[in-house]
């Protein structure tokens, strides 16, 4: 597989307007994006640091994927997102190399990327997300 770069950092926060709050006023960076993402049962902010985004992430139903996380740990680093070349053979190989996959097929995540989890239990601890931007790809 091809890991491009880290597409982006998931931050699991109670409250997205407080976060976003210290993000634009002490980190200096700009809110530019407000999302639902319904499937997920999360809200989400981003900010661009360089290549790479902060999503924030505030949970709209404490039994989604963000509100069981902040139950059990609370708020901090939730997952990691690397941007790969091929989404399908970067799933199709970590499965082969024994990875524990979340999502066998892709699905549509925020901003219109295809993404798919790796289960925190096969990867170390930490949430991996791969995505792909497969704009002017289809068709
Ligand atoms: N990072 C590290 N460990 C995590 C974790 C995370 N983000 N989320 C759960 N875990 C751990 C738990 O602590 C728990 O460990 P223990 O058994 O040692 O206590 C174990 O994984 C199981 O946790 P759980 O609370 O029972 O949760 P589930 O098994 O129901 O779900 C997971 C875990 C990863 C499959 C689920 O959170 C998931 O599908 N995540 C992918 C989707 C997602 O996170 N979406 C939100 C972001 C969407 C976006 O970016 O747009």
Do not use: W
Not at 21 to 36: M, P, Q, T
Not at 66 to 84: L, P, S, T, Y
């Amino acid at each position: 597989m091809e890991l491009t770069h880290i597409e982006h950092i998931g931050i699991a926060v109670k409250d997205l307007n407080k976060a976003i709050n210290y993000y634009e006023k002490v980190l200096g960076v700009r809110c530019y994006a407000i999302e639902d993402v319904k499937d997920q049962k999360v809200k989400t902010a981003f900010f661009k640091v360089g290549q790479t985004k902060i999503e924030l992430l505030e949970s709209t139903d404490p039994e989604g994927p963000v509100g069981k996380f902040i139950e059990k740990k609370g708020e901090g680093i939730h997952h990691m997102a690397f941007a790969v070349s091929n989404i399908e053979q970067a799933l199709k190989e970590a499965e082969d190399k024994g990875v524990r996959l979340v999502d066998r097929k892709p699905r549509k995540g925020a901003e219109g990327l295809d993404i798919a989890f790796l289960h925190p239990k096969s990867t170390f601890g930490v949430l991996t997300e791969f995505c792909e931007d497969i704009t002017g790809k289809e068709g």
